[in-house]
């Protein structure tokens, strides 16, 4: 069980949006900063959102994060079959000392 | 180009030891805190391990606190996970990451921004 809930799974059509949630508690996202990262089989893990919703060079706008109270939401517009990927979104726990990853989202572009 | 290279995963029986080695390139290593995340199969990323920059502090996750140690050597660039009395759970990919970000009004706002292909640790007899 993680500390930080994401759903399971999400699917869309290719062009469409698709949101992905994660929600915590006040001594994780509520008081730090949340990142996310995507995940594709056999390869290394990639940074797309950091500070909540700033992108990396080189990460299109078409991802894109924010985080109210202490749920957070990756959002991805445009969606291709590129995208196809597990999501996760990431925090320090202030009151465990660690770090934590949501459970992972597999997003499937239909 | 800024990266790190994991080596040393293998096959090893329950109960034995590995030392994880990662090496880093294109950045100055001293300046950043550094972690292992692992992915066993079928299951998602787990948090493992954290240094901070200098080795002034180091964290671990319960499932492996008092059987792994971090540590890093700064003039060599590289940062080490000794792992003792494995057990098949730990069996898994690990990955070496960098940590970018900073303390923001008293939030963490740290981030992995960069990750290796990682290396395959084993327990099995």
């Known amino acids: 069980q993680s500390v930080l809930t994401q759903p399971p799974s999400v699917s869309a059509a290719p062009g469409q949006k698709v949101t992905i949630s994660c929600s915590g508690s006040?001594?994780?996202?509520?008081?730090?900063?949340v990142s996310w990262y995507q995940h594709l089989p056999g390869t290394a893990p990639k940074l797309l959102i950091y500070e909540n919703g700033k992108r990396p060079s080189g990460i299109p706008d078409r991802f894109s994060g924010s985080k109210s109270g202490t749920s957070a939401t990756l959002g991805i517009t445009g969606l291709q079959t590129g995208d196809e990927a597990d999501y996760y979104c990431?925090?320090?726990?202030?009151?465990?000392?660690?770090?934590?990853f949501g459970g992972g989202t597999r997003l499937t572009v239909l | 180009e800024v990266q790190v290279v994991e080596s040393g995963g293998e096959l090893v029986q329950p109960g034995g030891s590995l030392r994880l080695s990662c090496a880093a390139s294109?950045?100055?290593?001293?300046?950043?805190?550094m972690s292992w995340v692992r992915q066993a199969s079928g299951k998602g990323l787990e948090w493992v391990s954290s240094i901070g920059d200098g080795a002034g502090s180091t964290y671990y996750a319960d499932s492996v606190k008092g059987r792994f140690t971090i540590s890093r050597d700064d003039s060599k660039s590289t940062l080490f996970l000794q792992m003792d009395r494995l057990r098949a759970e730990d069996t898994a990919v690990y990955y070496c990451?960098?940590?970018?970000?900073?303390?923001?009004?008293?939030?963490?706002?740290?981030?992995?921004?960069?990750w290796g292909k990682g290396t395959t640790v084993t327990v099995s007899s």
């Open positions: 294109g950045f100055t290593f001293s300046n950043y805190p």
């Open positions: 006040s001594s994780n996202i509520g008081n730090n900063c």
């Open positions: 990451t960098k940590a970018a970000g900073q303390q923001l009004g008293g939030q963490s706002c740290y981030h992995m921004d960069v």
């Open positions: 990431g925090t320090w726990d202030s009151s465990l000392s660690v770090w934590v």
